[in-house]
């Protein structure tokens, strides 16, 4: 799903990875078939496609003697400034509502039911949260979303 889903993924060998920043797109070393005629890297796009076979990824492993650079975007957290958007619907600061833990992303394969990859983003507002209005304005803001969601759950006949 990883190699799949990812906007951006290179591998390479140690000593030669690119910094995060600069990487491109170049899974040759994770399979031969990723690369085109004159054995350039294949696009993101073209990846994404050949993944979505099975028979291609059959065989295939990780390697622990190579460097793996995966870039996935989103655009629902600001973890720069550790706020959540949701396209305007919702703006809400992370911080106060997390109560000094970190977020947790998780990346997992459903069908298998297990985690393949896991990460706890810290962010230093986390440490210093000193504004007791914030505080409370975010608590105020969880219980209204908790009835919003609530009553649409009921609209919909769910519990």
């Known amino acids: 799903p990883l190699v799949a889903?990812?906007?951006?993924?290179?591998?390479?060998?140690?000593?030669?990875?690119?910094?995060?920043?600069?990487?491109?797109?170049?899974?040759?070393?994770f399979s031969p078939a990723l690369a085109?005629?004159?054995?350039?890297?294949?696009?993101?796009a073209k990846r994404k496609k050949w993944c979505d076979v099975p028979r291609n990824l059959e065989g295939i492993t990780f390697d622990t003697d190579k460097i793996y650079t995966v870039?996935?975007?989103?655009?629902f957290?600001?973890?720069?400034?550790?706020?959540?958007?949701?396209?305007?619907?919702?703006?809400m600061d992370l911080a106060p509502g997390l109560n000094g833990q970190p977020l947790q992303l998780t990346i997992c394969d459903r069908k298998a039911k297990e985690s393949l990859a896991s990460m706890l983003v810290w962010h230093e507002r986390l440490l210093y949260d000193d504004n007791p209005e914030a505080r409370a304005a975010n608590q105020a803001l969880t219980d209204r979303l908790t009835r919003l969601g609530s009553?649409?759950?009921?609209?919909?006949?769910?519990?």
Do not use: T
Not at 17 to 22: E, L, R
Not at 152 to 157: R, S, T
């Open 5 to 29: 889903s990812c906007q951006l993924m290179n591998v390479s060998l140690p000593g030669r990875a690119p910094p995060m920043a600069q990487a491109q797109e170049d899974m040759r070393l």
């Open 36 to 44: 085109d005629k004159h054995n350039r890297p294949v696009s993101a």
């Open 71 to 75: 870039h996935i975007w989103q655009h």
């Open 77 to 91: 957290i600001d973890f720069a400034n550790y706020k959540l958007s949701l396209g305007g619907l919702l703006n």
């Open 151 to 159: 009553g649409l759950f009921g609209l919909l006949g769910k519990k």
